[in-house]
């Protein structure tokens, strides 16, 4: 039997399947009505937390939100035995779901987890009702001077708040000494996970692309979301998606880069409640 316990704001539960032991699993769960699961990005010091923080307590006067740390990321465990690939992440989630048992359910994504929005909507369209990919991989999707800066990271916090500066926000103010600080905090306490999935050749963190075939195959209804300024995936992506989806419409914010939900949270959070709603 699962125990989920209370910890902080979040809950922890033991997701089985992916490794010799379980994986302890840390997620925030608040709201009620029909579930959205919030997928967070590859960033260093990400996690749920950190991610949707602007977003969790509009979703949640609507739906019951659920943001969960990736294997690897945040507050969840890091197991030694663990191979780190895009089908690990998305069946570590569609683990957490079995054990939440949640048959059903909308995915908010941003970066990999728009990815992994995808991936599970491919291969698991049953599960999926409605996703919103935001600032996510897709076709044409190159490596970007901003993703190199995330992939050869080094933890301090001068380094965190360049990263955060130069390739995140479009508006310095976001970048407050306090984000720095628990982004730095975090990125160093998973670096060696985060490093390993990306540099190490036993791990497949780098292997995120989908074909034209795959993507028309999806029919989840679907909304694309992107920054004009995005330098980590370009927005242009999101123009070759829509092409190629079955069921999507597209926003682009302007003023905007990889953080469309903390730069223009308000108007985040409004167009997704909506969409989700429909």
């Known amino acids: 039997m699962t125990t989920?316990?209370?910890?902080?704001?979040?809950?922890?539960v033991s997701v089985p399947g992916l490794t010799?032991?379980?994986i302890d699993t840390f997620y925030l769960d608040t709201g009620s009505g029909d579930p959205v699961v919030l997928l967070h990005g590859s960033g260093p010091g990400v996690s749920g937390t950190a991610n949707w923080k602007h977003t969790i307590p509009s979703l949640a006067e609507h739906f019951r939100v659920i943001a969960p740390d990736t294997v690897g990321y945040g507050a969840t465990s890091r197991p030694a035995d663990i191979v780190y690939s895009l089908r690990t992440w998305s069946d570590h989630i569609l683990g957490l779901l079995d054990v939440l048992e949640l048959d059903r359910v909308s995915l908010v994504g941003n970066s990999l987890g728009g990815r992994m929005a995808l991936d599970l909507a491919e291969r698991h369209p049953d599960r999926i009702s409605r996703m919103v990919l935001m600032g996510s991989p897709g076709v044409g999707m190159t490596v970007t001077e901003g993703l190199k800066a995330l992939?050869?990271?080094?933890?301090?916090?001068?380094?965190?708040?360049?990263l955060l500066l130069d390739y995140f926000a479009v508006d310095p103010a976001i970048i407050t000494d306090e984000l720095v600080r628990i982004r730095y905090e975090a990125s160093r306490d998973t670096f060696d996970a985060y490093r390993a999935m990306f540099d190490d050749p036993r791990h497949k963190g780098n292997e995120l692309g989908i074909t034209e075939d795959q993507v028309r195959s999806i029919r989840t209804p679907?909304?694309?979301?992107?920054g004009r300024e995005d330098k980590v995936v370009p927005p242009e992506v999101s123009w070759t998606m829509l092409r190629l989806l079955q069921n999507a419409d597209l926003h682009v914010f302007a003023?905007?880069?990889?953080?469309?939900?903390?730069e223009r949270a308000a108007e985040f959070n409004e167009l997704v409640v909506d969409f989700l709603s429909a």
């Open 151 to 162: 992939r050869t990271y080094e933890p301090s916090l001068e380094n965190m708040r360049a």
């Open 20 to 22: 010799a032991e379980p």
């Open 222 to 226: 679907s909304l694309l979301v992107h």
């Open 4 to 12: 989920t316990t209370e910890i902080a704001q979040g809950r922890r």
């Open 255 to 262: 003023r905007c880069g990889h953080w469309t939900q903390i």
